[in-house]
């Protein structure tokens, strides 16, 4: 049974630091995809990361909007997935989740909350002063 357990989160300032963990158990990390979504009160949920593999290599990608100020990371013995939030805004403000989708390489289309079968709880981040 895939499960994902999320932690981490809570309040910052603006220009503070986050780092959420996902503790992804009933699957292989090395062998699956790994997304983070958010979601903004009254907005859509959105992609805002992703981990994966390709070629045997770990594969990364980030939306845009957070690219250069969050890292996305990965420790498979311990079968826990990292998002290290740098820079935070209050835009950034938002639930957090992690989602899981059992093909090991993501495509263009990885922002598609479509493709994860499986989803953590939910955290909350609020940036603000």
């Known amino acids: 049974q895939v499960q994902l357990v999320q932690s981490g989160g809570g309040l910052v300032q603006p220009g503070g630091s986050l780092r959420l963990s996902c503790l992804v158990s009933?699957?292989?990390?090395?062998?699956?995809?790994i997304g983070w979504f958010r979601q903004a009160p009254g907005k859509g949920r959105e992609g805002i990361s992703v981990?994966?593999?390709?070629?045997?290599?770990?594969?990364?990608d980030y939306a845009d909007f957070v690219r250069g100020r969050f890292t996305v990371s990965r420790d498979s013995a311990k079968k826990m997935v990292y998002l290290q939030m740098e820079h935070l805004r209050p835009e950034d403000t938002a639930v957090y989740y992690c989602?899981?989708?059992?093909?090991?390489?993501?495509?263009?289309?990885?922002?598609?909350?479509?493709?994860?079968?499986?989803w953590g709880q939910g955290t909350q981040v609020t940036v603000s002063s």
């Open positions: 009933g699957l292989s990390l090395d062998y699956s995809t």
């Open positions: 989602a899981a989708d059992l093909a090991p390489e993501f495509n263009s289309n990885w922002k598609s909350e479509n493709r994860y079968g499986y």
């Open positions: 981990i994966g593999n390709f070629d045997g290599e770990i594969d990364r």
